[in-house]
């Protein structure tokens, strides 16, 4: 099994920054390609980035394209999601995922473990 505890959310301004971070425990070689989604209230899940197990490829929608940018340690069995320019509509509870054997892994279904999540508030 593996273990995944977001960190990071917070309140900020549009146009702010944030960085969400995820640890990773337990069965670490597992962890395969990760990603991060996002919930929105009233809304679904929704992907916002995916990053290979080496850490040199990663993937993200148009909506954040440019904005967002995923990193990982695997040393330290972290990942690094770094969001910059938000915008009101990024508010939404973000959660990591790992356990992506797929080819785009920009699918819930292709994940075996999430975290609880972390709530990210935008104000404009």
């Known amino acids: 099994q593996v273990q995944l505890v977001e960190s990071g959310g917070g309140l900020v301004q549009a146009g702010g920054s944030l960085r969400l971070s995820c640890a990773a425990s337990g069965r670490t070689d597992r962890t395969y390609a990760m990603g991060w989604f996002r919930q929105a209230p009233g809304k679904e899940r929704e992907f916002v980035a995916a990053?290979?197990?080496?850490?040199?490829?990663?993937y993200y929608p148009d909506s954040v394209k440019g904005r967002f940018t995923l990193s990982r340690d695997n040393a330290k069995n972290w990942v690094y999601l770094q969001m910059n320019s938000l915008k009101p509509e990024d508010t939404a509870v973000y959660y990591c995922a790992a356990g992506c054997s797929g080819r785009g892994c920009d699918f819930e279904s292709e994940y075996d473990y999430w975290g609880q999540g972390t709530q990210v508030t935008v104000s404009s």
């Open positions: 990053i290979s197990y080496s850490g040199h490829k990663a």
